[in-house]
């Protein structure tokens, strides 16, 4: 197996079958998908995902979250599963390719080993992870999150959306509450194949994105307390203009960023002015900041500049201004010894790649707290995302599968001599974290 392991290819045009014949699920006129997170045509996609895995040989197991596992048994099942996968559901105005490629991919590397007649060493596994995006329910990624122990199983499913169904019910609803407890199912090491959702790979013309870590996040509610008064007759010096308070936060936003270039962005996604009429100076407008950077001392200089240049406007243009702290996420760094074999596998292919940092969040930032991880990324046409022009071609697609199946495969064979960069490292490490008695 060692021998033939770089002659091993995926069936890319099965892949790019599958990929186009999932989009029906939620398909748009305009070309995309609109599949939320445990809705009807989620629960479509659910199905056909389970069947085409039964068909494949695996195992389909669903924990309490509805997060799907499809396990192909290796040699020794008392080694913790090599698993991939990434999510099914997608935004809104989504492509068919973010998070799905992941997971078909997965399934055709297990169909490959099929069709090869090759077993591993440890036992592989395919997931679907609930709730990637955060478009229906939050927070995003939450299944995974859940099962790294930063939420509860209880806690995630009685999230609500707007219009008040919580997630359990929606579990309920499409048949995917399943009997397993949120992380009993043990991980050895996880990869997680995406496009990149950004321009990088595209723009340099690079086949692979060899991922070593996710960029730490930072999410802001803000509020401006001015005064309403008439547009028409109060003088430019005696206003308290809430709107022009905004308008230099979202500049100062922009210049501490780009001070922290080229690493750091920052977004004022939203603004909302309390009752706005046309000629009514505003007086209060609540405002959100997402503020990102893969250096955690960055991100807190950011703030501290933030801080300080909202001080300075608030006193200067006399308005009352908040800005809390509603959640972060720490700069994540990926496993050496899973990313080494992502770079080794892409090597061994002969395929163009650089290193990145992951601009977005996913699955695999969780999971990385407590579990052996890397991801992989292929270019995305203009580094177009959650957009129904989002597009990634055959080419790339078959590329970023035939790195993944390499990876699963050297992970899952992995010399057994108790290295910590083995899969019986990483798995002694997996079940020893999950035993009392340890």
């Not at 924990?63 to 020794?76: I, K, N, Y």
Request: glycine fraction near 10%; charge should be negative; include cysteine.
């Amino acid at each position: 197996m060692h021998e033939t392991r770089h002659n091993l290819r995926v069936d890319g045009s099965r892949l790019w079958a599958m990929i186009q014949e999932t989009a029906r699920f939620g398909g748009t006129p305009e070309g995309g998908v609109d599949r939320l997170t445990l809705s009807a045509t989620d629960g479509q996609v659910r199905d056909w995902f389970r069947d085409a895995c039964e068909a494949a040989g695996l195992e389909i197991h669903v924990d309490e979250l509805g997060t799907q596992f499809a396990l192909r048994r290796g040699r020794d099942m008392s080694l913790a599963p090599v698993a991939c996968g990434s999510h099914l559901d997608t935004q809104p105005t989504g492509g068919r390719f973010d998070g799905i490629l992941g997971t078909l991919a997965g399934l055709e590397v297990m169909r490959t080993l099929n069709d090869a007649g090759i077993e591993t060493e440890a036992p592989l596994m395919v997931v679907n992870w609930t709730n990637e995006e955060g478009s229906r329910f939050a927070p995003a990624t939450m299944a995974s999150a859940a099962y790294a122990g930063l939420y509860t199983a209880e806690d995630i499913r009685s999230r609500r959306d707007a219009a008040g169904i919580s997630v359990g019910e929606a579990l309920d609803a499409i048949g995917y509450r399943g009997g397993e407890p949120t992380g009993a199912r043990p991980i050895g090491a996880f990869v997680e194949l995406h496009i990149e959702q950004g321009p990088i790979l595209d723009a340099e013309g690079e086949t692979i994105g060899v991922v070593d870590r996710c960029q730490g996040v930072a999410w802001y509610d803000g509020t401006i307390t001015g005064f309403e008064s008439h547009a028409g007759t109060t003088p430019m010096p005696r206003r308290r203009d809430a709107q022009c308070g905004l308008a230099e936060i979202a500049l100062a936003a922009e210049a501490i960023a780009l001070a922290h270039a080229p690493s750091a962005v920052a977004t004022m996604g939203e603004a909302v002015i309390a009752a706005p009429s046309r000629n009514v100076v505003p007086g209060r407008i609540a405002f959100t900041l997402d503020i990102r950077d893969p250096d955690q001392g960055t991100l807190d200089a950011i703030d501290a500049a933030l801080r300080e240049r909202i001080a300075e406007i608030g006193t200067r243009r006399n308005l009352a201004i908040t800005l809390d702290k509603i959640w972060s996420r720490a700069p994540v760094v990926f496993d050496a010894s899973v990313v080494s074999a992502v770079e080794s596998a892409t090597r061994g292919l002969g395929l163009s790649h650089r290193r990145m940092v992951s601009g977005a969040q996913h699955d695999a930032c969780n999971l990385a707290d407590t579990v052996p991880t890397a991801m992989i990324f292929v270019p995305c046409k203009d580094g177009i995302s959650h957009n129904p022009a989002e597009s990634a071609t055959l080419a790339d697609c078959t590329a970023g599968a035939d790195v993944l199946l390499q990876t699963l495969v050297a992970l899952a064979n992995a010399p057994q001599a108790g290295s910590t960069s083995s899969v019986s490292g990483i798995a002694a490490k997996t079940q020893s974290a999950s035993d009392p008695s340890s």
